[in-house]
């Protein structure tokens, strides 16, 4: 069995930019996804936050919990603004400073889709990142297009749990040819803190998808909320993996759209899409068939992965 | 300039062509962000302007309603942008030709909104605008009639850019980002805050009223234009004054003339700033009327004339008020000529009171 490769055991900074008072719920993963985005990246980090469950408990005027500069947006904005930002630093001469839009599923796999695949077309340089609760957590536990197949919310009650499988973000956003595509989660803090550097060393557009767990949304106790994660890749319903994106170089032929896929986390012991999906009360209602075929998609894609990281093969 | 993003719609595209043009010869030092639609057009300047730098874009009719959650963000949160709207109409049939209903229905979203009549006011109303903008913190569309005056051509001044550079100095916002003092912009204002920022977003169109006067009498002083929150043409003695916005003013003046020149004492106030309103400045041209009549080439479904009824409330509270015909001419383009416009004032001498309804000018039956 392989164990996690290729991730040197770093110390986090010990600098702090993301400050006590933080209103978020008990075992959010969220500010503790950001807590360690902001180690890596540093105080020349502009934040811009669209409607989400992270733009009320970052603190209400006149506070904030961040000690970077923060812009508010419109929901399905994200990405441009964040695009406007960079264009507007980068005439002022920041060259230095990095511009992160740090979305929910809503504002990146619905709402904020259009923004987001308009930036990634123009390889914008700025850093997207969706910190993915897998519905809509700010208003209430409502279904988006992230939420996986056969979990309850407000919009898929009892009689009608969610029968469609959950939107494929990262296929999505390595289709627009994007400098650098990574997944992530707080249960892999060393990894993440080493993607968000990586990412701000790379210029152009950069999305890091985090799955981000919400104990009331997922209906698990606050707790286990990493220990949920952990799972998440344990199973490989949610693999930790990066995608770069390789320059043309006339030494070995390769072409822009050659794409180099790492995965970071192979499985230390494997848990079924079952287990996984029993920790949380989310999937209460979960039909067999939903489990059966969510292993089979899970697997097929881990195989895909595991080959796209031997073949190196293009989109 | 620092940053435009902009997306392409008729009758704006030559506005989006040019500019494209002007950034890559750099014969203007501007970023240009060629977005994907018009709310990410308007979003990419929250960005831009609240990084510090002078933003523009420029859109028109169903470009600009998609803009709207925008334009009340970006006024709300005070980002001196600049906008060129070209007024074109908006319905459930498609119709690219001029009309202002585009504009009017973002009447409410603390941007400041000037009407120009020709292609020298439209150049000379940006350049103010700038200055206008940075003043008093509050977002200004600039909008002028959709091919009457976009797809027209005009001899015009174009000001040397040392002296516009001079009339509208580096911009430094009162508020910038910055890092060593990190901020938070557009935040969360609970129920103990909004209100309040409601208010002060209300006090600053009163600025903007006090200080545009202000503008246009330095802007005449350089450049030798004189501009106004409204321009009159011979009311001073008038009975009846036409008020109109945009290209129908063009049309009005020669109706104007022909008729005074039969004896008729009729007059003519063209709208120029109508967000906010000059309330004091309308009472004291139209209050001295016997007979106002407004031509709309707009529309308020269920209401009539935007401006006829804005004039209406204006001078509610006034002593003098004299009746208001209102007139609904040229939708979507439909040309409105001096004939119309002296049929129209025709009907106004001879009809000792208005209808309550509008009067819809050449409708066919």
Request: glycine share 6%.
């Amino acid at each position: 069995m392989q164990k996690m490769i290729d991730i040197p055991r770093q110390v986090l900074v010990e600098e702090e930019l993301m400050q006590p008072g933080m209103t978020s719920c008990q075992g959010c993963a969220a500010p503790i996804s950001m807590k360690i985005a902001l180690k890596a990246l540093g105080e020349r980090t502009v934040v811009v936050l669209p409607a989400c469950c992270f733009a009320v408990f970052v603190g209400g005027y006149p506070y904030s919990s961040l000690k970077v500069p923060i812009i508010h947006c419109p929901f399905e904005t994200a990405a441009v603004v964040a695009s406007g930002a960079a264009a507007a630093l980068d005439v002022r001469g920041e060259k230095d400073v990095v511009v992160m839009a740090w979305a929910g599923d809503g504002g990146t796999f619905d709402i904020g889709m259009q923004a987001l695949s308009g930036a990634a077309e123009r390889n914008e340089n700025i850093l997207f990142v969706c910190y993915d609760n897998e519905a809509y957590m700010n208003t209430g536990i409502q279904r988006s297009s992230a939420t996986p197949m056969g979990a309850w919310t407000t919009t898929t009650p009892a009689g009608s749990i969610k029968e469609e499988s959950k939107k494929d973000i990262e296929q999505i956003m390595l289709a627009h040819h994007i400098s650098y595509m990574a997944t992530a989660s707080a249960a892999y803090p060393d990894d993440m803190f080493r993607k968000f550097k990586k990412a701000r060393q790379i210029t152009g557009m950069k999305f890091i998808h985090l799955l981000s767990a919400c104990p009331p949304g997922w209906r698990i106790d606050p707790a286990n909320s990493i220990q949920v994660m952990r799972m998440a890749t344990q199973s490989n319903v949610f693999p930790i993996y990066e995608v770069s994106k390789l320059r043309f170089s006339k030494d070995n032929q390769r072409f822009e759209e050659d794409w180099e896929y790492t995965i970071n986390v192979f499985p230390e012991r494997k848990v079924s899409v079952k287990a996984y999906l029993k920790s949380q009360g989310r999937f209460g209602l979960i039909t067999d068939e939903m489990i059966d075929y969510t292993q089979k998609k899970v697997d097929r894609k881990w195989n895909e992965l595991v080959q796209k990281q031997n073949n190196r093969i293009s989109l | 300039m620092g940053v435009i993003s902009a997306y392409p719609i008729t009758p704006q595209t030559t506005i989006v062509e040019e500019l494209s043009e002007m950034c890559a010869s750099k014969d203007l030092d501007a970023r240009f962000i060629k977005v994907e639609s018009e709310h990410s057009a308007m979003a990419a300047l929250i960005g831009a302007a609240t990084t510090g730098v002078r933003t523009f874009t420029a859109t028109s009719g169903n470009g600009l309603l998609l803009m709207h959650e925008v334009l009340h963000w970006t006024a709300g949160a005070r980002l001196p942008i600049v906008m060129a709207n070209v007024n074109r109409a908006v319905s459930g049939v498609w119709n690219i030709w001029a009309e202002q209903t585009d504009s009017l229905a973002q009447r409410d979203t603390g941007w400041i909104q000037i009407y120009c009549e020709s292609s020298q006011e439209l150049l000379d109303a940006v350049i103010m605008a700038y200055k206008l903008a940075e003043k008093v913190m509050l977002p200004v569309m600039i909008a002028y009639d959709a091919f009457f005056l976009s797809h027209t051509t005009e001899i015009v001044d174009i000001p040397d850019a040392d002296l516009v550079d001079r009339f509208i100095p580096p911009y430094v916002p009162p508020v910038s980002l910055n890092f060593d003092e990190p901020r938070m912009f557009g935040g969360f204002f609970a129920t103990d805050y909004f209100y309040e920022h409601r208010y002060t977003l209300q006090q600053a169109t009163h600025e903007a009223l006090r200080y545009y006067p202000e503008v246009c009498r330095e802007f005449h002083g350089v450049f030798g234009r004189a501009y106004g929150l409204v321009e009159t043409c011979q009311t001073e003695d008038a009975e009846v004054i036409l008020v109109t916005a945009g290209a129908i003013t063009s049309v009005s003046r020669i109706a104007i003339d022909k008729l005074r020149a039969k004896g008729e004492r009729v007059g003519l106030m063209k709208l120029r700033m109508f967000r906010p309103i000059p309330v004091d400045c309308w009472r004291d041209v139209l209050g001295k009327a016997r007979k106002v009549v407004v031509i709309d080439r707009n529309m308020s479904v269920g209401l009539g004339g935007v401006f006829a009824s804005e004039i209406r409330s204006a001078l509610y509270a006034s002593d003098n008020r004299p009746p208001i015909y209102s007139v609904i001419a040229g939708l979507g383009g439909r040309d409105v000529t001096p004939e119309d416009v002296e049929g129209i004032l025709n009907h106004v001498l001879t009809h000792d009171k208005p209808s309550d309804e509008p009067l819809f000018w050449g409708l066919k039956q």
